[in-house]
């Protein structure tokens, strides 16, 4: 081993450990920098936050106020002069509607600039959102829509007033005019409000993000800043809007349920903080210079020394004992000794270390969002506070040491222990049960382990009891959409028996007055009138149970099924000329899955069909239901002659509220909800392609809906429809 000079290992320490210093110096002043600059402007984000709070807080206290005023002064006898004058003065109200108790418009006040307006006494507004949340409710606050008297985005604050309904529509042009006053030194606008949908509300940036109702709710605004911090505190974000990383944080007002976005370009704190890191940067070039010179002339001088005593080192190495060693403050056997004292220094930190890391661990495995269970595929050996906190337990010991099985509901028990045999396996949904009984959904995966020489099950669990509910009531909202053109079908489908029951018992009268009623014309006529009411009950039977809401999956044949969804559309498809041709074979088709659901697909195909006819004029209309039997798969195809779908947004159809229609006619939910139950509640395809339709030696252009469903162990092949 070739040997070093110590005097050039010392010199390399010293401008070694005096550059370190330095530069550690240096970057833990940038680093201080740069945290005071994020604690500014952390500072003024929640100085702004707090202040639009207290701006939306004050409307909405100022809203409440005028409704209790309107609640006593109103008197449908007076002419309310007054109410018209507090209108007229207050510049957050746009109008003011007063419905009686069935949701009729008594009486409305409207600014003097919306005089032009489409609105009169008598409508009804029973349908309106605010009117149906009253019902179990003394007051609501709705999310943003636009006004159907001026266009504008608009806010409303209905209430009960004795046996009437107040509402109260509240422009929120001052709100964002006082919001636009907010900006960051790039005179980018600071604030953003999202309503309790997650949908954009106010953008002083572009009102036209605004207009399209543009969620949020898939985006790292909500899914990281939101739901992952809590309110006033920041983080740093991709923002779609501004396609770059934003830092910032929100607050959410407690009224109106929306969610106020401060925040600012993370790239220009960045760039504001470019010039001052590059001075320090020069100073810290500049001292490791001088650090390096002042190096040598102090290991100069520790060397003279250093070169004193391995002098006389070596004269008592050659048996001068009389020379005698000066006593130094740099003396080896001291640095020895030294050494030996940081040595056993150095061993206490790595054990205080080992004693964090442990710490770390158990912090780590309590901050996770997933709850986690620890358990020997039986008994539950430990949790995390996000376990504890999910069940509603009240501490840990409520449940190590249980059976884990106490907690799963029964049906998927057996799903548990057939993937506890295996050590990873594909995320599966199961039931659990809460500590007070409740039960709610779950995502779980699994995986084994070596802990303290025992084998353990780690089980991640996430609740989805939420996103399944939501799944259910965009169900009901798509049904819900089609039941005022039920009622119509019915209004359809009565009228004809009515009028026989109406002319026969007419008639009935008619030759008794006369005297020429005989008994054979008596019950002919009563024998009608009883065929014709028979016929009103199976009618309204039929309507009843498409409206009942599917509990459990069950067996139902496809054919029989498609021809009671067009029975419940047989007046909407006679009234608007439509032809339908079905061509089934004789084979039965047995399918699982959720009937009334799969009447509610069929539906949504055929009115998007007949709106297609009706909005492109198409004289010749036909819809052709087929099935197509394969060797491995069925085929059931709904065809139109309606002229299809544009290329540029077919792809876009299954979209959640993508819609082609007026506002008015669409919600954007049917086929989405469509794709939901084929998909995910009966595990098959949905897809749509546009299609050259032939009829009578004519082409059409139209577009083709195919739907695809797994096999069902009653047939002998896969289904496809």
């Known amino acids: 081993m070739k040997n070093r000079s110590l005097k050039r290992v010392i010199l390399q320490v010293l401008i070694f450990f005096t550059m370190s210093v330095i530069v550690i110096i240096g970057i833990l002043s940038i680093i201080n920098i740069y945290n005071s600059k994020v604690d500014l402007i952390k500072f003024n984000q929640n100085l702004v936050l707090n202040q639009v709070n207290n701006k939306i807080y004050s409307m909405v206290h100022n809203i409440e106020y005028i409704s209790e005023y309107i609640s006593k002064k109103y008197s449908t006898n007076s002419s309310n002069q007054a109410l018209q004058n507090l209108l007229e003065t207050n510049r957050d109200i746009s109008s003011i509607f007063i419905l009686n108790k069935d949701g009729i418009l008594e009486n409305f006040y409207i600014k003097a600039k919306t005089r032009e307006h489409h609105i009169y006494k008598g409508f009804d507004y029973s349908n309106k959102v605010y009117y149906k949340k009253l019902r179990d409710k003394n007051s609501y606050w709705s999310n943003l829509f636009l006004s159907s008297i001026d266009e504008t985005p608009t806010l409303s604050y209905s209430f009960k007033m004795r046996n009437k309904i107040g509402v109260i529509l509240i422009d929120i042009t001052q709100i964002s005019n006082f919001i636009g006053k907010f900006r960051n030194q790039d005179e980018s606008y600071m604030i953003r409000v999202f309503d309790r949908n997650s949908v954009l509300v106010i953008n002083p940036v572009d009102i036209k993000y605004v207009l399209q109702r543009?969620?949020?709710?898939?985006?790292?605004?909500?899914?990281?800043?939101?739901?992952?911090?809590?309110?006033?505190?920041?983080?740093?974000?991709?923002?779609?809007?501004?396609?770059?990383?934003?830092?910032?944080?929100?607050?959410?007002?407690?009224?109106?349920?929306?969610?106020?976005?401060?925040?600012?370009?993370?790239?220009?704190?960045?760039?504001?903080?470019?010039?001052?890191?590059?001075?320090?940067?020069?100073?810290?070039?500049?001292?490791?210079?001088?650090?390096?010179?002042?190096?040598?002339?102090?290991?100069?001088?520790?060397?003279?020394?250093?070169?004193?005593?391995?002098?006389?080192?070596?004269?008592?190495?050659?048996?001068?004992?009389?020379?005698?060693?000066?006593?130094?403050?740099?003396?080896e056997f001291n640095k020895l000794l030294k050494s030996f004292y940081k040595m056993q220094k150095e061993i206490d930190k790595r054990e205080d270390s080992l004693e964090k890391s442990l710490e770390s661990f158990k912090s780590l495995f309590n901050s996770t969002m997933e709850s986690v269970v620890l358990s020997n595929c039986d008994e539950i050996i430990d949790v995390n506070d996000v376990t504890v906190k999910l069940f509603g337990f009240k501490s840990k010991s409520d449940v190590i040491g249980k059976n884990m099985f106490d907690y799963i509901v029964d049906d998927y028990k057996d799903v548990i222990k057939e993937n506890l045999k295996k050590d990873v396996k594909e995320p599966y949904e199961i039931e659990c049960i809460k500590d007070d009984g409740t039960i709610i959904h779950a995502l779980v995966q699994g995986k084994f382990l070596e802990l303290n020489s025992k084998i353990v099950r780690v089980s991640a669990l996430i609740d989805i009891t939420e996103v399944k509910n939501k799944d259910k009531l965009l169900f009901q909202q798509t049904k819900m959409a089609s039941m005022g053109e039920m009622i119509g079908n019915i209004a359809h489908q009565w009228r004809q028996p009515l009028n026989v029951i109406s002319t026969s018992a007419s008639?009935?009268?008619?030759?008794?007055?006369?005297?020429?009623?005989?008994?054979?014309?008596?019950?002919?006529?009563?024998?009608?009138?009883?065929?014709?009411?028979?016929?009103?009950?199976?009618?309204?039977?039929?309507?009843?149970?498409?409206?009942?809401?599917?509990?459990?999956?069950?067996?139902?044949?496809?054919?029989?099924?498609?021809?009671?969804?067009?029975?419940?559309?047989?007046?909407?498809?006679?009234?608007?000329?439509?032809?339908?041709?079905?061509?089934?074979?004789?084979?039965?088709?047995?399918?699982?899955?959720?009937?009334?659901?799969?009447?509610?697909?069929?539906?949504?195909?055929?009115?998007?069909?007949?709106?297609?006819?009706?909005?492109?004029?198409?004289?010749?209309?036909?819809?052709?239901?087929?099935?197509?039997?394969?060797?491995?798969?069925?085929?059931?195809?709904?065809?139109?002659?309606?002229?299809?779908i544009p290329d540029s947004i077919i792809y876009k159809v299954f979209d959640p509220y993508f819609t082609t229609k007026h506002k008015s006619q669409g919600t954007g939910i049917g086929l989405y909800m469509s794709h939901q139950i084929i998909v995910d509640h009966m595990k098959g395809d949905f897809y749509v392609r546009n299609i050259n339709y032939r009829d009578k030696n004519q082409n059409f252009k139209g577009c083709c809906f195919t739907i695809k469903l797994p096999k069902n162990s009653l047939n002998d092949y896969i289904y496809e429809i």
């Open 214 to 331: 543009y969620n949020a709710s898939s985006t790292e605004t909500f899914t990281k800043l939101v739901k992952e911090n809590s309110p006033l505190k920041q983080d740093i974000f991709f923002s779609a809007l501004d396609e770059e990383e934003q830092f910032g944080s929100y607050l959410k007002n407690s009224k109106t349920g929306w969610y106020i976005i401060v925040r600012e370009s993370f790239s220009e704190i960045l760039k504001s903080l470019k010039s001052v890191i590059l001075t320090y940067v020069i100073l810290i070039i500049f001292f490791i210079i001088i650090a390096v010179y002042l190096s040598f002339l102090i290991s100069k001088r520790i060397f003279l020394n250093f070169d004193k005593i391995q002098a006389v080192t070596s004269h008592i190495a050659n048996g001068n004992y009389d020379e005698k060693v000066e006593e130094s403050s740099f003396d």
């Open 507 to 644: 008639s009935v009268k008619l030759e008794k007055e006369f005297g020429v009623l005989d008994d054979k014309q008596l019950n002919n006529s009563m024998d009608t009138i009883v065929q014709n009411a028979l016929y009103l009950s199976k009618t309204i039977d039929d309507f009843r149970n498409f409206f009942k809401t599917d509990k459990s999956l069950e067996s139902f044949e496809l054919k029989e099924v498609v021809q009671k969804a067009l029975k419940l559309l047989h007046s909407s498809i006679y009234n608007h000329n439509i032809k339908v041709i079905t061509k089934f074979s004789n084979r039965k088709i047995i399918v699982e899955g959720y009937p009334n659901e799969f009447i509610q697909v069929l539906i949504n195909i055929i009115n998007n069909a007949k709106d297609a006819f009706l909005s492109n004029q198409i004289e010749n209309r036909i819809i052709e239901i087929r099935e197509e039997i394969h060797e491995k798969c069925y085929k059931l195809r709904i065809l139109d002659n309606a002229g299809g």
